[in-house]
């Protein structure tokens, strides 16, 4: 007999097709990343990141509702403030009327249901652009930690139902835990980002937010003492056990695409969710191909984030979210 096997016949046609397909997508499986800015009836459009807007509260709250009704059950919130609200101590991340704490506080008022997870990281409001608290040239650890708590605090205290560490700092998803308890907060969640690389793909968030790493003397270049060495797969592992041991409720692996062999070895390691950011500068590498006529930009966008699925993500945070939601709900 030949061919021993035909692998063909289940390939036939589209309905054996999605019979036996293995993964599936849907607008529930993704969280939406927003960038809001301080003002009124503001909306600054991101250069390097077509169709992505800073936008002001009223704004948000909006798409926020927009993404609630193409089935996007979770929001990632990120803030620009302004340049004298910054300081190398953060304390503006903790103001309880904050630009975030008032963002997560209008948003929860208007879809009370949209899970929110405010970013926790110093970087918006460091004057030198660094996630923590600059000592002699080095990003501080505890003191740093200190403040990511404190933040936290002030979120959960405005309503979010989860924190979203982002920093990399060790010992963060303990203190926020342990604090959160102390404080009553005992189903506020943690998704932690466990495994983030110092990663370029960053190029068009840092544009976005104006949060690159300041050029001045004493102040590093690069995020390199803290984010991980792309170069390194077991250190992922490594820091997604520490997380979930500290009390992560979901890990998150980040960047996307370059990074799904990470992604895999970190859900066979956990037992918690396992969530990927498909970060700005993929989304800005798909936008410019398919501007040139180079690639079918909806096409390329849905792969894509079957690939992230299948290699073994639960939630995906993309920018793709609402067209890609749109396009799946046809
Ligand atoms: C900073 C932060 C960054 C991103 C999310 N949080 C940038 C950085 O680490 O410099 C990047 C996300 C993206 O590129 O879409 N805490």
């Not at 993704?30 to 992505?52: H, Q």
């Not at 302004?82 to 008022?109: P, R």
């Not at 080095?138 to 979010?160: F, I, K, Q, W």
């Not at 983030?196 to 104006?210: I, N, T, V």
């Amino acid at each position: 007999m030949f061919p021993l096997q035909r692998d063909r016949r289940l390939r036939t046609n589209e309905s054996i097709r999605s019979l036996v397909r293995e993964t599936s997508l849907s607008p529930q499986d993704f969280m939406l990343p927003m960038f809001v800015a301080e003002g009124k009836d503001v909306k600054i459009p991101i250069a390097s990141m077509p169709g992505i807007y800073r936008h002001s509260l009223n704004h948000t709250v909006a798409e926020v509702k927009e993404a609630w009704d193409l089935g996007i059950r979770a929001v990632n919130l990120y803030v620009k403030v302004s340049e004298n609200l910054k300081d190398n101590t953060g304390k503006e991340a903790w103001n309880k009327d904050g630009l975030m704490q008032q963002t997560i506080k209008a948003i929860k008022d208007a879809v009370p249901e949209m899970i929110v997870m405010p970013d926790v990281a110093l970087d918006p409001y460091s004057i030198y652009g660094h996630d923590g608290i600059i000592e002699k040239g080095y990003v501080v650890n505890d003191a740093t930690v200190d403040a990511l708590t404190r933040m936290s605090l002030s979120h959960a205290e405005a309503g979010a139902d989860f924190v979203a560490p982002s920093d990399m700092m060790d010992g963060r998803v303990l203190a926020i835990r342990k604090a959160l308890e102390q404080n009553g907060h005992h189903n506020v969640g943690i998704m932690s980002y466990s495994a983030k690389y110092a990663s370029a793909f960053y190029g068009p968030f840092r544009e976005a937010l104006d949060s690159a790493p300041v050029d001045a003397q004493e102040i590093p270049k690069d995020k390199k003492t803290y984010q991980m060495d792309y170069a390194n797969r077991i250190e992922a592992i490594k820091e997604a056990l520490h997380d979930v041991e500290e009390g992560a409720d979901i890990v998150m692996v980040k960047p996307g695409i370059a990074y799904l062999d990470i992604v895999r070895e970190v859900k066979n390691a956990v037992n918690v969710p396992v969530s990927v950011y498909h970060v700005s500068g993929e989304y800005a590498m798909i936008k410019a191909a398919a501007e040139r006529g180079w690639l079918d930009h909806d096409k390329i966008m849905i792969e894509q984030l079957y690939c992230i699925k299948r290699a073994g993500a639960s939630i995906i945070s993309t920018y793709f979210a609402k067209e890609a939601a749109a396009l799946l709900n046809k």
